[in-house]
């Protein structure tokens, strides 16, 4: 939630019904006219730089009871200008504006707003001019593309502590046109909304697709025997760089080795200082690496966060594969990589999921997600 800052000016109403109602604001001509400045400060106490994404009260809101974050209204300070009255600075901003669901709603008819998170907005090509009085706060929004298996975290689900907003849609508001297209991948075509649903990824190359977990169980989309071993190695073998599953199980059997210990142990062999044993190439990776990469790739805020664990279960696979075909070692710094980096694995190790996930399969490869 924004700081102690003291909400100050409504801001008139939204461009949505009617441009630029900002009492005051400059003519296009004078704007042109005004002096470029890179911030400016409301209230000694926040600063607002070009670039930034703000939050500003809702017209009607009451600065001193004001909303809570998910009703502010959401925008990016594009382009800052002051001009001189009575000797004082008086600066306005130029905001493209973030929609709300239920604004797009209003636009667009068939858009379902139900689909979207509680801290979702998509990003308008409608710009108003401003007063810097508008502004309360500096806020975190960040994009969301859903197909990106390495999308960074995004803190932004109603569970989070420290929210700010995502999009993962632009909108051209005179054309009323959403893209990419509001439709899910699931089965459903119907949009993951991250409060709500929980999702699984098939990874492979040409599948990339995310199913809701309800949506594959009414469906029966369930591997029907299979033990839990199983199951973890077929999790393990679903590559997210080829169509075809990695051959795990030509790792598990036992191969002599040269042991991993240093020093003169007995039986080592002409003063090298190395013994043989016989272990299986998957038996000498990390436990928590291998642990990881045999999670099913999920998201959803009951299953650890917006983005979920994909970007740290793709990674831990990638590292496996390359250590057991010889082509990398487990490198120095992969547990930042592949844990520390992902916060619904994190989350995942610290709590344990809400709920455990049944052995769906994937409805076109028929591989395990
Ligand atoms: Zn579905
Ligand atoms: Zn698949």
Not at 52 to 65: C, K
Request: aromatic content about 8%; glycine content about 6%.
């Amino acid at each position: 939630m924004p700081r102690k800052h003291r909400f100050r000016l409504t801001m008139p109403k939204k461009s949505l019904v009617q441009r630029n109602r900002n009492a005051g604001a400059p003519s296009d001509a004078e704007w042109e006219r005004m002096e470029v400045i890179a911030a400016f400060q409301v209230d000694d106490e926040q600063k607002f730089k070009k670039g930034d994404f703000a939050i500003l009260l809702p017209d009607m809101a009451d600065p001193d009871n004001p909303p809570r974050l998910h009703e502010f209204w959401v925008g990016i300070l594009r382009d800052i200008r002051a001009r001189h009255i009575h000797g004082e600075n008086d600066v306005w901003v130029r905001v493209q504006w973030f929609y709300s669901p239920d604004d797009v709603k209003s636009l667009i008819k068939s858009f379902d707003a139900s689909t979207c998170g509680r801290y979702e907005r998509v990003l308008s090509d409608d710009f108003t001019i401003v007063s810097l009085t508008c502004f309360s706060d500096v806020i975190s929004v960040k994009e969301y593309v859903e197909s990106n298996i390495d999308q960074e975290d995004i803190y932004a689900c109603e569970r989070d502590q420290d929210t700010g907003f995502f999009y993962r849609y632009d909108l051209e508001h005179r054309a009323r046109t959403i893209n990419p297209k509001h439709i899910g991948t699931c089965l459903c075509s119907i949009p993951y909304n991250p409060d709500k649903d929980i999702m699984h990824l098939c990874p492979h190359p040409s599948c990339r697709r995310w199913y809701h977990r309800t949506c594959l169980v009414i469906r029966g989309s369930i591997e029907s025997k299979v033990t839990k071993r199983e199951r973890e190695d077929s999790l393990l073998s679903s590559s997210p760089d080829s169509d075809e599953p990695f051959p795990v199980a030509a790792y598990q059997h036992p191969v002599p080795m040269p042991s991993p210990k240093k020093g003169r142990g007995p039986g080592t062999g002409r003063g090298k200082g190395k013994s043989i044993v016989h272990v299986s190439p998957l038996a000498t990776l990390p436990e928590d690496l291998l642990e990881t990469a045999r999670l099913p790739i999920v998201k959803g805020a009951k299953v650890g966060g917006l983005v979920g664990n994909v970007r740290g279960v793709v990674a831990a696979r990638r590292i496996v594969y390359a250590a057991l075909e010889g082509r990398e070692p487990v490198p120095k710094g992969w547990r930042e990589k592949v844990i520390d980096g992902c916060k619904a694995i994190r989350e995942e190790a610290a709590y344990g999921w809400e709920d455990e996930a049944p052995p769906l399969k994937c409805p076109q490869c028929q591989g395990a997600i």
